[in-house]
């Protein structure tokens, strides 16, 4: 290994890190590199390198001199393509993807698969790799410090980011970093009269495999600060705050760590950081700080952010509408499964009586629900209709809910508006009507007759709307302030199926 990789200060100025990726690797056969020679590069296929140096000498091992001379050459001429000035920006790791910097991008655009046009719109696939192995991180004011970043997981207002923490080029720690921007808790603090300062706590839960769900060990306040460099308020709680024995931190770094520093340490989260594959779901809630800076006086009434009324739906009664089927969940939920598979079918349904409808409305029974004993029915005579909530707290982004929705004939989901969120129906089996606001969709008119007497839309009185046909294949969509309901007649034989995504337009 070169010298100099052991003596690495704040002034080095350090390229990015190399990982050898299987495009890369591809990359070497237009380059005229016989295939004996790509073959025998496979074992550093993943494996990091500090620099093009390190990476030399890592091929250097499995190269003969013959077979290195060229490939030296072959990386040579990509570090003088990288310079020129009609190159795009990111160093001299064109083809070898970096964690930490922008080579992952480049890497990818080698790949003649990913830069195909007809697959230009599935770059949205690859979005997170693209941006967060880039990103401005904390201790990257120092280039001794560079970030693999793992995993990333979202929710409107926040990201939850896995990484390792490489020091001179030497693995030092696993971290988690969370960033917040703070729309919504903005708002509650303006309702309020105030301003948010530079600084508010997150509540933290983890959820590890090695230890029982709502462990209090794994829960903990931790300060977040604003970062100007990322708009939003930001920690990153790293496994260790100490020094390799051998080393010591950049200077330019130091004071970022500490008790309640953009950089801490949480003893009790060490187990939990220690095997980042087993940190499996974090729970956060987010609110102002108890100090009002720089006056320092006492907030008595601080605002939150816990997902506001965020609840989601589990079938543990029969009865429809039962309270006991909505949970409070109190905090956003991250998972880090990366994967589900579930047979909608064989979810339970919760149901519902008269779903999103006024008494005023002409479909509204007011029949008793039967007794729970008589079992999970869905009934249109009593106006009594199934969901079944496919995923909900799992969804990132703005997503609220995936779930089918059964009517069986005779049944009616109410006319409602949505506002501040969207919805898209899709029907998937059975035949029946949709009620539509007259004007959400303007080629309605005259193609769809007005329905008459207007429909009694869920809290807002008689709207005028469509009424549209659906069948298997018919999408509706409908954005903030749109209008819809769906009708199985009661003259059906079939229950009436569709899917729907709900999410929050903001």
């Known amino acids: 290994m070169d010298p100099r990789l052991n003596a690495v200060n704040d002034d080095a100025v350090i390229p990015v890190r190399y990982r050898l990726t299987r495009p890369a690797l591809a990359a070497l056969r237009p380059a005229g590199l016989p295939d004996a020679t790509r073959d025998k590069l496979e074992p550093l296929l993943g494996r990091p390198f500090p620099d093009r140096v390190a990476f ?45 910097g922008e080579g992952a991008e480049a890497a990818a655009a080698f790949n ?59 693995f030092l720690c696993n971290a988690l970093r969370l960033e917040y921007r703070a729309g919504r808790l903005g708002e509650q603090v303006r309702e309020r009269g105030r301003l948010l300062g530079d600084e508010v706590l997150a509540w933290v839960e983890l959820r590890h495999k090695g230890r029982q769900d709502g462990d209090p060990r794994l829960m903990r306040y931790v300060k977040m600060f604003y970062d100007a460099y990322v708009n ?20 330019k770094v130091l004071d970022q760590m500490g008790l309640h520093k953009p ?40 605002g939150w952010d816990n997902d506001y009324t965020r609840s989601h739906q589990e079938p543990r009664h029969a009865a429809p ?101 969207e919805e898209l129906y899709y029907f998937t089996e059975g035949e029946g009507v949709a009620y ?20 009694e839309v869920y809290g807002l009185g008689p709207k005028p709307c469509r009424k549209v046909p659906v069948y298997p294949g018919i999408t509706i969509f409908t954005k903030s302030g749109g209008i819809h309901g769906v009708r199985n007649p009661a003259t059906n034989t079939k229950p009436l199926k569709f899917v729907a995504f709900g999410y929050h337009s903001s």
């Open 436 to 455: 539509v606001g007259d004007g959400d969709d303007p080629t309605m008119e005259g193609k769809y007759d007005l329905v008459e007497p207007a429909p």
């Open 321 to 421: 509408n039962s309270p006991g089927n909505t949970v409070e969940d109190k905090n956003y939920f991250v998972d880090f499964q990366r994967g589900w598979v579930i047979d909608a079918n064989a979810v339970p349904p919760v149901l519902y009586q008269n779903a999103m409808m006024e008494p005023a409305s002409p479909d509204f029974r007011p029949v008793p629900v039967p007794d729970p004993g008589e079992g999970r029915a869905m009934d249109g005579g009593r106006n009594v209709m199934g969901m079944r909530w496919v995923i909900q707290r799992e969804l990132g982004g703005t997503i609220v809910y995936f779930h089918q929705v059964e009517l069986p004939p005779g049944a009616v989901e109410g006319t409602h508006q949505h506002v501040g969120s």
């Open 263 to 302: 950089i801490t340490f949480v003893p009790e989260f060490r187990p939990a950081l220690r095997d980042l594959s087993s940190l499996v779901e974090v729970r956060l809630a987010f609110r102002e700080t108890d100090l009002d800076r720089p006056l320092n006086y006492r907030i008595d009434n601080p």
């Open 232 to 251: 939003a308020y930001q920690v990153e709680v790293w496994g260790t705050l100490e020094a390799p024995p051998t080393g010591s931190h950049s200077f």
């Open 56 to 100: 030399l000498a890592g091929a250097a091992t499995l190269l003969s001199p013959a077979e290195l001379d060229p490939f030296r050459d072959f990386l040579a001429g990509r570090a003088a393509d990288r310079s020129s000035p009609a190159a795009p920006p990111g160093g001299d790791n064109l083809d070898f993807a970096a964690p930490g």
């Open 112 to 170: 003649p698969n990913y830069s195909a046009p007809w697959n230009q719109v599935f770059k949205i696939v690859f979005f997170p790799d693209r941006i967060y192995h880039a990103q401005y991180l904390n201790a990257t004011r120092s280039p001794r410090y560079r970030y693999n970043v793992l995993e990333v997981r979202g929710r409107a207002d926040f990201l939850v980011l896995k990484a390792e923490v490489y020091l001179d080029g030497k």
